[in-house]
């Protein structure tokens, strides 16, 4: 062996190129030393043959440390993970089999608003305990004492069956008429540990939109628990003054019904892009009854956006086409293993 070691030194050992094109090159080696020049082609050989299965295996090494990695640490992303044929089946009662079965992570619209009264905090508790939410969604507006409460209308009449105005009342007052069944917003995230979806609820007055929205920021950079939120709003003018005061909060603009929601034209669904747009929100927020329309709102959709759905039950969806479709405050590399885990489950 050590004499074929040295023989082998002093042989240039041939490159792909060399072994597909040998003639040129055999000067390199000398043309009596038979032995050395097999033993050097076996060797360059054992290293291409290596070469290139360590070019397969580090892929299959990395999806297999990426899987074992998320099945110790409980996949949890998986129990609040649906598929977006499900989805569809379950909103409008078919899927297409032209689009792919994108993962949707689920979220709790008004917290667990079917099992408990809306927007309570006994509903806002459930969601948060629930393993199937990713996420809580809740309303809040402001009571005439400056108290941020959790209600979605700008009345207690759907309800509560009476006439009192939140804005217009006190939060004893509500607490009174409601019989304590009202949240405070501030009681609400105290208790909440998951990420959170709060809807800036519109009183037509852009200034005092703004004014709540800015109070709902600075507590939550209090709370440390900027990256846990999305500020969401149908007010595109708050929207946009969220992005443009504070880039990094993520926000949503909502929509219910537009003209794309039945007319499935291109024209229409640029349309609606167009308009979101200007809102620069991060997320565009529909009603499921746009998932009528979701072969155009998926091709169309502009790079860095994402997609949601939510129905005035409980359910919310956000649907992840991209890599950057991600939950806000996930990072890429966690996107990236519930995507293959996702892909392999």
Not at 262 to 273: A, G, I, S
Not at 283 to 306: A, D, F
């Amino acid at each position: 062996m050590p004499q074929r070691r040295q023989l082998l030194g002093t042989i240039r050992v041939r490159t792909e190129k060399e072994t597909l094109n040998p003639c040129p090159q055999m000067a390199f080696v000398p043309i009596l030393k038979a032995e050395p020049f097999i033993w050097a082609s076996i060797d360059h050989m054992e290293i291409r043959r290596q070469h290139i299965s360590n070019k397969m295996l580090k892929p299959l090494a990395f999806t297999y440390c990426g899987l074992l990695l998320c099945l110790l640490t409980g996949c949890d992303f998986l129990q609040h993970t649906s598929s977006l044929s499900d989805v569809m089946k379950a909103q409008i009662g078919k899927s297409e089999d032209s689009i792919p079965s994108y993962p949707c992570t689920l979220g709790a619209h008004r917290g667990a608003s079917v099992d408990y009264l809306e927007n309570s905090h006994p509903a806002l508790m459930a969601a948060a305990k629930e393993p199937r939410y990713a996420f809580v969604e809740f309303d809040v507006q402001y009571t005439n004492d400056g108290q941020i409460v959790v209600f979605h209308d700008k009345r207690l009449l759907r309800l509560f069956g009476k006439l009192a105005a939140i804005g217009n009342s006190s939060y004893s007052e509500l607490l009174k008429a409601t019989d304590g069944q009202i949240a405070r917003y501030e009681d609400v995230m105290d208790s909440i540990d998951k990420k959170v979806n709060i809807e800036i609820k519109s009183q037509g007055d852009d200034k005092e939109d703004c004014r709540l929205a800015e109070a709902i920021i600075a507590d939550v950079r209090y709370r440390g628990r900027e990256n846990d939120i999305m500020i969401s709003s149908i007010s595109s003018a708050v929207i946009r003054t969220i992005k443009e005061k504070h880039p990094s909060i993520q926000t949503g603009q909502i929509y219910w019904i537009t003209s794309s929601t039945y007319l499935h034209f291109d024209v229409l669904t640029e349309r609606l892009y167009k308009n979101f747009n200007e809102s620069q929100a991060d997320y565009l927020m529909l009603h499921v009854s746009n998932l009528r329309n979701i072969e155009r709102l998926l091709k169309l959709k502009p790079q860095g956006k994402t997609v949601m759905f939510w129905d005035f039950d409980d359910n919310m969806y956000l649907v992840r086409k991209n890599y950057h479709d991600r939950l806000w405050g996930t990072s890429a590399i966690a996107n990236f293993w519930q995507r293959i885990v996702y892909k392999f489950t």
